[in-house]
């Protein structure tokens, strides 16, 4: 498994995805967001999970901490369905039709809750799993060694653990019935704060 092998699609959207979280995310919450598709991605391959679609995934990971840029910032909307209707925004520029821009929104507000059933959503399965590793440092043992270093090298976290735990406790402390305040207080902090994808022993080349 290598990173090259899991490119995002080159599409169109996917693109202008890319253009508008880089507008708009610091470069930690960038970086952090195309891990998520790579992690994503290898997820899908891990768990045999064929029929995707995977420019709507592409996008969902791209765009999905969109609402914790300042200028989407809702004052009560929890930020990732605000952030889940801006991207569907993007994707009716791009000529998504109704259903599946529904789709982008579930996709994005889903990776927030505690499990994504896979019968239910399995687009919003991988999103969920794949920002619990990058977050959260869930299941960082079912993808392949070499693959977590290799997206690492590329797409180095940086200080996320400082700068998304910042950003939940901002969230947490204005809208106090949203995920946010539910993964503050399940102890996002400390697992930020000693995250296996920083572990110095994955994080040195293989023999």
Known sequence: MRPEDHRPPATPVVGAAREVAAQHLSPALLLHSERSW???SAFAEVLGFGDLDRELLAV???LHDLGLAEVFDAVRAPYETAGGHVAA?????AGWPATRR???VEVI???NWPEVDPGLDREGHLLEIATGLDISGARPDVLPRDYLRAVLAELPRGDLGAEFGAHLVDQAA???GSQAHRILHG?????LAH???EDPALLRPAD
């Open 60 to 62: 969902a990971a791209l």
């Open 89 to 93: 925004v993007l994707a009716a520029g």
């Open 109 to 111: 507000e889903r990776h």
């Open 174 to 176: 204005r809208k106090p």
């Open 187 to 191: 102890g996002v902090l400390e697992r």
């Open 195 to 197: 995250h296996p994808l």
């Open 38 to 40: 790579y992690w994503a």
């Open 102 to 104: 529904q789709r982008l």
